[in-house]
């Protein structure tokens, strides 16, 4: 939602608080005691404008927030993605790294699908790979079928990658079925919004945005009133200038005789 249409929206939840205000100033016609009817007729027409021009400006703070906070924060962001190696990934992290706000591209680990293996396959497989490849510093297989390396920084996956699927297929005959790279990228938070769209979004996974912009999001994400809270509130504004608009005779007497009060006050 563009500035214009919250302009607009809060513009036209002000004309409904000024139709029930004339409403509630036709009471010397309509009489006293339709108290009842002003009080249910302020607070439904203010419930109903605030459910379908209050509430949405609310849904959209925490998007004009993350657009404010990513122009101007100077911080850093940690953007967290999963990357499938159908893409090749060296090509891929060098092409991030020259993307306009991105300070550094890092490959945490990366998580393998194979065919089942045994548990003595298993066992081998955690010892010897270490070895294998002095680049991959631990090995953990969680499942029969799953397998996850965690691989020193600035390693390539893609090499990585390659030469376990020749050396498994060559001590065992296990097929790698698929793989995921697991890769973390630093980036300018005024630039945050611009680098995560330029990542082609069909060939990886954005798991976790953390960082500065992040964390101000959430705080203000935690400070949102639920959207039951603001419909009551709406409803109880246009009640009260219901009730307003009914008693402003006597509303601008009290005013007058302060005033007065005060006058006499002063001298």
Known sequence: ??????????????LILVFIFSTALLTPLIGKRNLLFVIFLGFTVGAVGGAFLIAPVFDDIPAIANSLFSATSTGTDVVGINASTNINITDFITNTKK????????????TIKTDPMSD??????????????????????????????VV??????????????????????????YSIVNITLNVQSSKLNQVISQLPQGD??????????????????NMMP??????????????????????????????????????????
Request: one cysteine or more.
């Open 204 to 221: 990886v996974v954005i798991t976790d945005v953390s960082g500065s912009t992040e964390k101000n999001i959430q705080n203000i994400n």
């Open 152 to 177: 020193k920084n600035g390693t390539d996956p893609q090499d990585v990658i390659n030469g376990l699927q020749t050396w498994m297929m060559y001590v065992s005959g296990l097929n790698i079925k």
């Open 99 to 110: 993307i306009d706000g991105v300070q550094s591209v890092q490959s945490n680990g990366i």
């Open 120 to 149: 003595a396959w298993q066992s081998t497989f955690i010892s010897r790979i270490p070895d294998q490849n002095s680049n991959v510093t631990s090995v953990t297989i969680p499942s029969n079928d799953t397998m996850v390396l």
């Open 1 to 14: 939602m563009d500035t214009l249409a919250v302009i607009l929206m809060l513009g036209l939840f002000l």
């Open 226 to 267: 639920a959207k039951s809270d603001i419909i009551l509130f709406c409803g109880l504004l246009g009640m009260v200038t219901g009730l307003a608009g009914m008693f402003i005779d006597s509303i601008l007497n009290i005013f007058e005789r302060v005033k007065k009060m005060i006058s006499q006050l002063k001298r």
